[in-house]
């Protein structure tokens, strides 16, 4: 399985993190109401609902897939010297096949939202726009790559809302500051994972994760009353980055740092959990929670970094 050229495929896709994708697209469902509207009325028939759910997670998992996967077109120059057993470097994908199969996920994610409505068109060509810049330019800028990465996951999660696109043009749209921050932490973070050495940057990182965890807290607080619900989740994702953050801190080493990044990326599931039952309910976070045994299972047999 491991040699063949299927999975040569898939490894540039990072299937673990593609999950996480989908965990936006259902968390920003039910920040838009979608999923209490669906349980609530199911006796009608929701049908059209469900629908949509469905195209906006086919989208995303076309656009998030083509993303990265563009990211190792990009890179294998570099990856040749860091990271020869990457796909294309090792030779079991070509990078002209990579290219074209990363073009294809990006317009297949398109036409998936363009099912929707025009708002969810819109905002996946923004998507499929930001991750090509961050692949090919953004990366390299010390200041606005992390932000760059960020805007991709901020639109990610947007794309999920905009099953209700009026929303899309309110002050709703200031929650994908929550991805846009946590996904720049990361990102910021993840600079140390080949040559270690960027306490300051771990130190920005561990700060970042705290506003996020309570932004989230006031956000339930402000939505009703059931904020206590969100609690767990948040307490979840705390156990789930902070450990081997402050490990990395301690040590600065690079596999460490790249161990506390792979933790990170594999809790944007948890960070989504918590944003749909600040919103919908414990229980529509318990049913996006169930994306990370998934994505766990899948992170044993392809990179996540």
């Not at 996480?20 to 929701?46: K, P, Q, R, V």
């Not at 076309?62 to 796909?87: C, H, I």
């Not at 705290?210 to 994702?237: A, D, R, V």
């Not at 600040?278 to 990179?303: E, Q």
Request: overall charge positive.
């Amino acid at each position: 399985m491991r040699s063949s050229p299927v999975f040569a495929f898939l490894q540039l896709t990072r299937p673990a993190n593609v999950i996480t994708a989908i965990a936006d697209i259902w968390a920003g469902f039910a920040i838009a109401g979608g999923w209490t509207y669906m349980l609530s009325n199911w006796e009608l028939g929701t049908g059209d609902f469900w629908q949509k759910l469905a195209w906006l997670s086919l989208s995303t998992i076309g656009l998030y897939a083509g993303g990265v996967a563009f990211n190792d077109v990009f890179d294998s120059e570099l990856d040749a010297k860091e990271r020869p057993e990457r796909p294309i470097p090792s030779g079991r994908v070509s990078r002209n096949a990579a290219a074209w199969m990363s073009t294809i996920l990006l317009i297949l994610g398109i036409l998936a939202a363009s099912q929707v409505n025009v708002v969810s068109f819109g905002l996946a060509i923004l998507v499929a726009i930001l991750a090509v810049t961050y692949d090919y330019w953004g990366k390299h800028q010390f200041y606005f790559g992390p932000i760059n990465m960020g805007m991709c996951r901020a639109g990610n999660l947007l794309l999920g809302i905009s099953v209700a696109p009026e929303l899309i043009h309110s002050h709703m749209s200031l929650i994908g500051l929550i991805p846009l921050i946590y996904v720049a932490a990361i990102t910021m973070i993840s600079r140390g994972e080949v040559h270690g050495k960027n306490r300051n940057a771990l130190f920005g990182g561990a700060a970042m994760y705290g506003i996020i965890i309570l932004s989230i807290f006031m956000l339930s607080y402000i939505n009703g009353p059931t904020y206590l619900e969100t609690i767990p989740f948040l307490i979840g994702l705390g156990i789930m980055i902070f450990p081997p953050l402050l490990k990395a801190i301690r040590t600065q080493d690079p596999k460490l740092i790249g161990k506390s990044v792979k933790a990170a990326v594999i809790s944007l599931i948890i960070l989504n959990a918590s944003l749909a039952a600040a919103f919908a309910g414990w229980k529509i976070g318990v049913f996006v929670l169930l994306l990370l045994p998934v994505s766990l299972w899948l992170a044993r047999k392809f990179a996540v970094t």
